[in-house]
């Protein structure tokens, strides 16, 4: 029986949704019985024992270092004083990295794995590498280009991108050129170029068995509407809302309708905003035939996802790679960009640079934005939809593939 390791980097929610649909997805295709070892921590290693119950000593709290949370995704300040000092309950940088690595290299040992699947982790890269165990590095960066706020982060980066060379195989959850949105997040060196395979975007399954309409979908239909997306750990989830919040306050868009989903498993946000600032239930809303300008939810389901992008006319978002894949390849729908991170600069820069969406700043690039959209909307429809011809949204399978491939190798 095959022993398959899959370490999942716990910052945000991206990494936990791409090896999930991996794992789905080579449960598929392997034809030979395997066991597989999940590690993670925090929100990830939670989510890990609600979906695999049955399976909890096959899920591995190990506590792989993130960076600690601002007010606006992770604090630099405060992540370079953890180097060497406990803030916010977190040891120093320097005794994570050597408990870490030690938990990772204990499991190793112990479980003597065949294949190893990182996202994100470069640790276990490391430790597959020095023990000639075959490992795939799943990623949409390598070397991000940095603006000269961060110039000074370049020195890791380098150093990160030689960790992530050490993978036998480095898989970019995104289409081959010219189709690459994370292209700007990549810039690959020559000599890891032979190793890399363009797989496609870790799509979710298409709906296959929809259930009745629910109140949220019945309340949408025939409306013309913004989708603004809350994304990421806490404190991107947070900075987003609040940047969002300015925007609406703006009096240019007032009477502009926006369903915002917020990321969150708590049923108390679920709210209808009259457009004469009364405040409803989803439920009452449909019922009194509210005329509503602002719809919140916390969690939206898969179905209502669906049915909530295919009718809005664009979308608003930090610039997450996995989210900008769903909309721009998947719904062929406009976006608009507020970047947090350099990492999300860039995905929404390539983006803009195509025409399939505009990168916003401030509240009034928002603003801007959403006018430029609906006055060319014609022209930008035109461009989503040769994106999303060449668009590849089998990323999970073609991973899955060549994971079995690997194994085969290996024989």
């Known amino acids: 029986m095959y022993k398959i390791g899959e370490f999942i980097y716990p910052w945000g929610s991206g990494h936990y949704s791409r090896m999930i649909r991996f794992h789905e997805a080579f449960s598929e295709y392997m034809n030979e019985e395997f066991e597989s070892h999940f590690s993670s921590k925090d929100h990830v290693y939670q989510k890990l024992l609600e979906k695999f119950p049955d399976k909890r000593d096959r899920i591995h709290n190990i506590l792989m270092p993130t960076p600690i949370d601002g007010k606006f995704g992770p604090s630099i300040l405060l992540s370079m004083l953890n180097f060497l000092l406990p803030i916010k309950q977190n040891p120093p940088l320097v005794n994570q990295i050597i408990d870490y690595l030690r938990e990772e290299r204990k499991l190793y040992n112990e479980e003597k794995f065949d294949l190893v699947i990182n996202d994100g982790d470069m640790g276990s890269n490391i430790l597959a590498k020095n023990r000639n165990i075959p490992s795939l590095f799943i990623t949409n960066q390598f070397r991000p280009k940095l603006y000269n706020s961060r110039a000074y982060f370049y020195p890791s980066l380098y150093f990160i991108a030689k960790q992530i060379a050490k993978a036998k195989k480095i898989i970019v959850a995104d289409s081959p050129p010219p189709y690459t949105l994370c292209e700007f997040n990549l810039n690959f060196t020559k000599d890891v170029k032979n190793k ?161 969406g505009i990168l916003a700043n401030k509240t009034q690039d928002v603003i801007k934005a959403i006018k430029t959209i609906k006055e060319n909307y014609d022209e930008f429809e035109g461009n989503l939809f040769d994106f999303s011809k060449n668009f590849v949204s089998k990323g999970a399978e073609n991973t899955a593939k060549i994971a079995v491939e690997t194994l085969e190798e290996k024989r």
């Open 196 to 356: 890399v395979s363009y797989v496609g975007h870790f799509m979710n399954k298409k709906i296959k068995n929809k259930t009745s309409p629910s109140d949220l979908e019945k309340i949408i239909r025939d409306c013309e509407f913004g989708y603004w997306m809350r994304t990421g750990n806490k404190s991107t989830n947070d900075g987003t809302g609040e940047r969002y919040e300015q925007v609406f306050h703006s009096d240019e868009i007032k009477n502009e309708k926006r369903i915002i989903s917020h990321a969150k498993n708590d049923p108390s946000i679920n709210s209808v905003l009259g457009i004469d600032g009364m405040k409803f239930s989803i439920s009452e809303a449909l019922e009194k035939k509210i005329d509503w300008i602002q719809i919140d939810v916390g969690f939206l389901s898969e179905q209502e996802k669906e049915e909530v992008l295919n009718q809005s006319k664009y979308a608003v978002v930090n610039g997450s790679h996995t989210v900008m894949g769903e909309i721009l390849g998947g719904k062929s729908k406009p976006i608009i960009g507020l970047p947090i991170y350099d990492e999300h600069t860039n995905n929404i820069k390539w983006a803009e640079e195509k025409n399939l």
